[in-house]
């Protein structure tokens, strides 16, 4: 086994020993508008769920390597909204070309050719073409170092009607066909190996502490 200690490791050597291991990470799709109503999109993997009670997701946000903000986290921080998309197969070209390092100015949406649609709950547009977005307020941010942790409330959850059944709230999962971020640099991956287990319950154990039997 071998051990690194993560306080004199430096950090691009821990951000690549970290997103090697942590896979697969699922990647939130982020619109945003800024105050002046410039429109922006990208993608973020250091994202998840957090709780249905409130019902929050976490993204992890690097700074610009001068310590701003990305334009994300810069308009997320200004106007407390934002919207998580969840990327398919389909559209992870688009997806890809949104990580552009482009100025502030420059609107993704636009110049990809992504169509939106406009939110129920909040001003930025989700993805026309997600299968799931989902519209948040910004719940809290925690300043950490060279990134900004955001944690947001959802507020309205759509999910395309080809996925979901309304009157039992079961989704078809595989059928969204979504993939999510892998280690290396550029390598995606998508969820077509799957095995189930059912949770176990304490109260069906026996006391014979070997799960053989």
Not at 44 to 67: C, I, Q, T
Request: glycine residues 4%; aromatic residues 8%.
């Amino acid at each position: 086994m071998a051990h690194f200690d993560f306080s004199k490791t430096q950090t691009q050597d821990r951000y690549k020993l970290m997103a090697a291991a942590i896979t697969p990470r699922p990647i939130a799709w982020v619109t945003s508008v800024s105050a002046a109503g410039v429109r922006n999109a990208a993608p973020y993997s250091f994202f998840n769920m957090m709780s249905a009670d409130p019902p929050l997701v976490a993204l992890g946000m690097m700074r610009n390597p001068d310590g701003t903000h990305k334009d994300s986290a810069a308009n997320i921080l200004e106007t407390k909204e934002f919207v998580v998309n969840l990327v398919t197969k389909a559209d992870a070209a688009a997806m890809n070309f949104t990580s552009v390092d482009a100025p502030p100015d420059y609107d993704e949406l636009a110049e990809a050719g992504i169509a939106v649609e406009a939110s129920l709950t909040v001003a930025p547009p989700r993805i026309a073409t997600a299968p799931v977005a989902m519209e948040c307020r910004l719940f809290e941010a925690v300043e950490a170092r060279a990134s900004t942790v955001v944690i947001g409330e959802v507020l309205t959850f759509h999910v395309a009607e080809a996925f979901v059944d309304t009157e039992r709230l079961h989704l078809d999962t595989l059928g969204m066909d979504l993939v999510a971020r892998m280690h290396g640099a550029g390598c995606y991956a998508q969820s077509t190996d799957l095995f189930q287990m059912e949770r176990p319950q304490y109260s069906s154990l026996s006391s014979d502490p070997d799960p053989s039997g």
